[in-house]
């Protein structure tokens, strides 16, 4: 029943290491979001996707690269992960129309924690 | 980038008294959005507000926007041990496939 589910919820890994977090949604909707949350809790938009299409890439590292294989999934792949890297991600997703409506649904969240 | 900016950053209050918090933006917008999110988990949608609309109620709400001065606030009334999160503020654009979003107000309600 879960509309937005994301995995792991935790994730604890070393420097230097390849990982994904993965992203689901079973509302229809057409955009797929990922998010950084940081210690301070500030809330940065890293990538949108749009009908699969990307649509929005924030300035974040080549390291991180997001997959949609289809309109339902949006993965976020992370190649060799660094301390700065620890922080809450969140996937959401959301029916935007054009008009900047829609109200975005959020995913659990999956701390990531290198060490 | 974050365009909204919410304040105060923390407001403790105790139980029944009530909450408003701030939020201000510097470009046009469609509308604006209010979210809260409690400690561990993710975001979830309280209200949204058109820019053609000036006053918004949900419940225990109130939502306000004033264009002219770019700013929102978000009144919570006889406030409740269970509201204490974060809250935050995201503002949709026209053409604009992201909400752009506030640092967040942290609200804590002592019983």
């Known amino acids: 029943d879960t509309a937005v589910s994301q995995t792991p919820k935790y994730l604890v890994t070393q420097m230097g290491n390849d990982k994904s977090i993965k992203c689901e949604q079973n509302l229809g909707h057409d955009t797929m979001y990922w998010y950084k949350q940081d210690s301070k809790k500030f809330l940065k938009i890293m990538f949108s996707y749009n009908n699969k299409e990307l649509i929005i890439n924030e300035t974040v590292p080549n390291r991180f690269s997001p997959k949609s294989p289809d309109k339902a999934h949006l993965n976020l792949h992370i190649n060799s992960l660094e301390l700065g890297d620890s922080a809450v991600y969140f996937c959401a997703s959301s029916h935007l129309t054009g008009q900047g409506e829609g109200e975005a649904f959020f995913g659990q969240g999956t701390r990531l924690t290198v060490v | 980038s974050q365009q909204g900016e919410e304040d105060p950053q923390a407001l403790s209050i105790q139980e029944g008294e009530n909450a408003t918090m701030n939020c201000s933006y510097k470009t046009s917008i469609n509308n604006l959005q209010w979210y809260r999110q409690n400690s561990g988990r993710g975001l979830v949608h309280l209200i949204l507000i058109r820019s053609n609309e000036r006053e918004k109620h949900s419940g225990r709400l109130r939502v306000t926007l004033d264009t002219s001065k770019k700013s929102s606030s978000l009144l919570i009334t006889a406030s409740r041990a269970a509201d204490t999160a974060s809250y935050f503020c995201?503002?949709?654009?026209?053409?604009?496939?992201?909400?752009?979003w506030g640092a967040g107000t942290k609200l804590i309600i002592k019983p």
């Open positions: 995201a503002t949709g654009r026209v053409s604009n496939y992201q909400l752009i």
